[in-house]
């Protein structure tokens, strides 16, 4: 259980939004208790990305729905700070987590990324996330993941040479 002390101010104060910077942010639930996959709250969550994004408040990059957190990578667009954003997809996905006995943890974990971060490893961490925690099957294509339009251009599940890679095969 996570205890509210001074290291929660301190990321709090210390938290700044940047438009146009891309942003790799962790949610878990409370406790980590699983849960955010089952249909309707994983689709709340979704839908609720995706209107941040309909008003022009991040353009979404990519994220995974894993049982007890989501990853997303999003870039800012200067409309709202990520407190704030964050703030509104915690509080439009609060009802439906509370039907499901799910609690959102007070805080998040953010890293902004700095010009020159490789944009390709933390999408492929977020691709290869479920592999890592065993939730679907080697090979097997994992329901809630996405990606953004323009990530989907040029990011590939596999190799050049076509084949998974090293990590989803474990």
């Known amino acids: 259980m996570q205890t509210p002390g001074r290291a929660d101010a301190a990321l709090r104060r210390h938290r700044v939004s940047h438009p ?27 839908d609720e990305c995706q209107a941040i994004e309909r008003d022009a408040h991040w353009r979404q990059r990519a994220a995974v729905i894993l049982p007890d957190h989501l990853h997303l990578l999003i ?15 915690k509080t ?16 998040f974990y953010e890293r902004r990324l700095r010009a020159g971060d490789p ?8 691709f ?14 994992y329901p809630h993941f996405w990606l953004g339009e323009s990530e989907s251009a040029w990011f ?15």
Request: charged share 20%; with cysteine; hydrophobic share 40%.
């Open 75 to 89: 870039t800012l667009t200067g409309a709202l700070p990520i407190s704030r954003c964050v703030a509104r997809l």
């Open 20 to 46: 146009g910077a891309s942003y790799f942010l962790t949610l878990c639930t409370a406790e980590r208790t699983p849960g955010l996959t089952a249909p309707a709250v994983a689709r709340a969550i979704r």
């Open 156 to 170: 590939t599940s596999t190799t050049d040479t076509g084949q998974p890679f090293p990590e989803k095969l474990r």
């Open 128 to 141: 290869l996330n479920p592999d890592r925690a065993v939730l679907v099957p080697p090979g097997e294509a």
């Open 119 to 126: 944009v390709e490893a933390v999408v492929r961490y977020i």
């Open 92 to 107: 439009k996905t609060k009802l439906i987590l509370n039907a499901a006995r799910l609690v959102s943890q007070t805080n």
